[in-house]
């Protein structure tokens, strides 16, 4: 076998001049129907995605109507009108009722707030020992008048914090100290009461000038 | 945009008028079909015109044309047998059309097609065994060792025929 019958057999192999046109206008057709299909893509997805969206704008503005519409249409088919007018006043009243409720326990509950307070601020104790006093069953007020104003503390407390009684009158000299006093308290306890003297006092006197004031203005008008 | 898109026509008829033959016989060697041949050129040509960058002589496009024909008939001939995939090496053989009437051209493509193209790419087209090898991603050595198998092969084939006539 001779190289020149190799190459002469590879020869035979050859399209034909009418296989060469068709092959090349197939070429230059794809280029075409590849850039028609670009264009055709994203023309189809700019319509898809505008068409979603108008979609979703819809059944999200058209929903909740559609959702009332037909909880109105149930309840006119399942439902009498009678029937429904007693259901709906039966729900207005219970709600109500719970309304007033709520109310009722939103005004009660400062009042034991007020207690405790009342409890702290009529005590001649000092403030910052009464403070120290976290729960109100150990504070015992002997009793409700505002006259004796005496606070007794447990006796547990008497021995933690040093303090037994405590008077409204002269409440410097009636402190009884049951074990060891602390003296920087005691100070304390001293200045806040001169302090309490003296605002009753002002007090006392803002009132009789008011009350002079009151006179005059009544003699005036006479 | 129109008059580049001509141009780019215009390369693209230049360089299937020049290498439109050589592309087909690969194609055809590889397939041993003419419709798949032709298709396997028509994309081969596609492929061509979506090439972005530039090529810097004939041979380079010559050369980039025959790798891209053989890999595009390796894909063809692994998506003709979908139901396995195996390597180029190991892709079974389709049976030769007895279309291109020639003796000899029937006993090389009754060859393997890891013997056919390079006897194909060296005895017509003239290219060197090395340059077959960058081209094929093949071993050069391995590459001289099939030629030689199939030089052998052939003569064989050929002697048989001779012998039976």
Not at chain 1, 89 to 109: C, G, L, R
Not at chain 1, 145 to 167: D, K, P, Q, W
Not at chain 2, 50 to 62: Q, T, V, W
Not at chain 2, 96 to 101: F, R
Request: charged share 35%.
């Amino acid at each position: 076998m001779k190289i020149d019958d190799l190459k002469n057999s590879f020869d035979a192999i050859s399209p034909t001049p009418e296989q060469k046109d068709k092959m090349l206008t197939e070429i230059l057709n794809a280029e075409d129907k590849v850039k028609g299909f670009n264009f055709t893509r994203l023309f189809t997805t700019a319509i898809g995605l505008a068409a979603v969206i108008a979609i979703s704008v819809v059944a999200f503005n058209y929903g909740d109507f559609n959702v009332t519409e037909y909880e109105n249409m149930v309840a006119y088919k399942t439902e009498e009108p009678a029937q429904k007018k007693t259901i709906k006043e039966e729900n207005a009243i219970k709600k109500s009722a719970k309304t007033e409720k709520k109310e009722n326990v939103q005004v009660a509950a400062p009042v034991t707030e007020d207690k405790t307070e009342t409890i702290v601020a009529e005590a001649p104790v000092p403030m910052s020992m009464a403070r120290t006093i976290e729960n109100p069953e150990n504070v015992e007020a002997e009793d409700a008048n505002e006259n004796s104003g005496i606070a007794v503390a447990s006796e547990e407390n008497e021995h933690n914090l040093g303090i037994a009684v405590v008077s409204e009158e002269n409440t410097t000299d009636n402190v009884e100290w049951m074990t060891v006093p602390a003296l920087e308290e005691v100070e304390d306890l001293e200045e806040e009461n001169v302090r309490t003297e003296e605002d009753k006092e002002t007090e006392e006197e803002l009132e009789e000038e008011t009350e002079e004031n009151e006179e005059e203005t009544k003699a005036v008008t006479e | 945009m129109t008059d580049s898109f001509k141009h780019r026509n215009d390369d693209v008829i230049a360089v299937y008028n020049k290498f439109s033959d050589t592309v087909y016989r690969v194609c055809f060697v590889m397939l041993k079909n003419v419709q798949e041949a032709e298709d396997a050129t028509q994309n081969t040509f596609i492929k061509y015109m979506n090439y972005g960058k530039e090529f810097e002589s004939d041979e380079h496009i010559k050369a980039w044309l025959i790798v891209t024909a053989k890999n595009e008939c390796k894909n063809n001939l692994t998506h003709w047998f979908k139901s396995r995939r195996t390597d180029f090496e190991e892709l079974p053989d389709v049976p030769y059309e007895d279309e291109h009437k020639s003796e000899v051209l029937e006993k090389v493509l009754s060859l393997d097609k890891k013997y056919s193209v390079p006897l194909y790419l060296h005895y017509y087209e003239g290219y060197k065994t090395h340059e077959i090898a960058n081209m094929l991603n093949m071993n050069h050595s391995t590459l001289r060792a099939n030629m030689n198998k199939a030089r052998k092969k052939l003569k064989l084939l050929l002697e048989e025929e001779e012998y039976e006539n």
